[in-house]
């Protein structure tokens, strides 16, 4: 099976939800008969590249919102390679490159983010850009509960979680010099530093608790939260800024719990949620609809507060701080979640069975 994936954002360039589930499908597919390609855009300018994994990235010239008059002109001629076409949804350009095009490949689409918004023009386009797909992929069942996917197509829709790799802390030695260096307990939050991600109401929540925290992510937000938490006299914040990814995993293994209280539905799946689930860290976060709550179970693998809401935050952290015993039964039953929901593996497997259900192919 060939597979075209079509995407507006792809590695180096970005390193999202979306490009990380791009990369799995597309470098341990052949294990189950799929060979892929990503086709893509750049402000830096295009090219043609092979991962080191083995498939090929190819890269048009674009302008900085993601349109670009050569991948129109071309998709049509770069599709023509492919049995099936699989689109990262939302990206304008591509969707009206398809519709315009009168591809004959049939597509699947991956909702990932603002499906169904707009109105007009876009939405006409949009909604016509997912009624010609065969599969629309969605990866939680609360995103499309709450999502704008028009309830006519829900019948095509299928739900694949997003799934990451399985990787240990790198050694003992490691996860004892976070715990020094922050608190023989303490909570992370990790993401990037934006309004949406909810890290101001975390340090308004800490207020006249002070929980050692570790805030691993760098953005915009950072100098503000930086001032937000001098002013209430948070003296146990710590901000890490950006990590590698041997450091953010040792860190996780390292933490007591993990807190992403996003205040609005952002992207369809928690992927840093995941993350921590991988280290058996159990999670407090808040309900959005974006799929939050599909990762971390209410009292389960922690607990979920309704958004924005600032003393229900505390007092969630409050209830982590107080019943250890608790705490470790919730992070047991965080990480069998993520062996039986969101490995890497299961999500390429179901992406490969997806494929070969709309192409008529025996597994």
Same mark, same amino acid.
């Given at each position: &099976? ?10 180096? =360039? ?13 470098? %341990? ?35 900085? *919102? ?11 001629? #770069?599709?023509? !390679?492919?049995?099936? +076409? ?31 918004? @707009? ?10 850009? +997912?009624?010609? &797909? ?18 006519? +197509? ?8 997003? @799934? ?13 010099? !976070?715990? %020094? ?22 340090? =308004?929540?800490?207020? @006249? ?11 915009? #937000? ?13 003296? *146990?914040?710590?901000?890490? @800024?950006?990590?590698? =990814?041997?450091?953010?995993? =040792? ?44 990762? *971390? ?11 924005? #809401?600032? #003393?229900?935050?505390?007092?969630? &952290? ?6 250890? /015993? %608790? ?8 990480? %069998? ?14 992406? /490969? ?11």
């Amino acid at each position: &099976m060939r597979v075209l994936h079509i995407c507006r954002v792809y590695f180096p =360039d970005g390193c999202g939800v979306a490009e990380r589930a791009v990369h799995s499908i597309a470098s %341990q597919g052949r294990a189950h008969g799929t060979d892929s390609r990503v086709l893509t855009v750049s402000a830096r300018g295009g090219s043609d590249e092979a991962d080191l994994s083995g498939y090929r990235i190819k890269r048009y010239s674009a302008w900085r *919102n993601g349109g670009s008059l050569s991948f129109v002109a071309r998709f049509r001629r #770069e599709a023509a !390679w492919a049995d099936l +076409l699989h689109f990262h949804f939302p990206w304008p350009c591509a969707q009206w490159a398809y519709l315009l095009g009168r591809v004959s490949a049939p597509a699947v689409a991956t909702v990932h983010s603002g499906a169904g918004g @707009g109105a007009g023009l876009a939405r006409f386009g949009q909604d016509g850009f +997912l009624g010609r &797909m065969r599969r629309i992929i969605v990866t939680s069942p609360d995103y499309l509960e709450e999502s704008a996917i028009p309830r006519g +197509l829900h019948g095509k829709v299928e739900i694949v979680p997003v @799934g990451v790799e399985d990787v240990p802390a790198r050694d003992p030695e490691a996860v004892w010099r !976070w715990r %020094q260096r922050i608190g023989q307990r303490f909570f992370v939050f990790l993401g990037g530093l934006r309004d949406d991600k909810g890290a101001h109401h975390l340090l =308004d929540a800490l207020k @006249g608790r002070d929980y050692p925290l570790a805030i691993a992510g760098d953005g915009p #937000e950072l100098p503000a939260l930086e001032a937000r938490a001098e002013a209430a006299g948070l003296r *146990n914040v710590r901000f890490l @800024g950006e990590l590698g =990814d041997d450091d953010k995993h =040792d860190l996780l293994a390292a933490a007591y719990g993990f807190v992403q209280p996003p205040c609005r539905r952002d992207e369809a799946c928690a992927l840093a949620q995941v993350e921590a689930s991988v280290h058996g860290v159990p999670m407090i976060s808040c309900e959005t609809g974006a799929g939050a709550s599909d990762v *971390n179970v209410h009292e389960k693998t922690g607990l979920v507060v309704p958004s924005r #809401e600032i #003393e229900a935050l505390g007092a969630a &952290m409050d209830r982590f701080w107080l019943e250890p /015993a %608790q705490v470790r039964a919730w992070g047991d039953a965080a990480r %069998q979640r993520y062996v039986a929901r969101f490995t890497d593996q299961a999500m390429v497997a179901r992406h /490969a069975a997806c494929y070969r259900a709309i192409l008529g192919r025996a597994a």
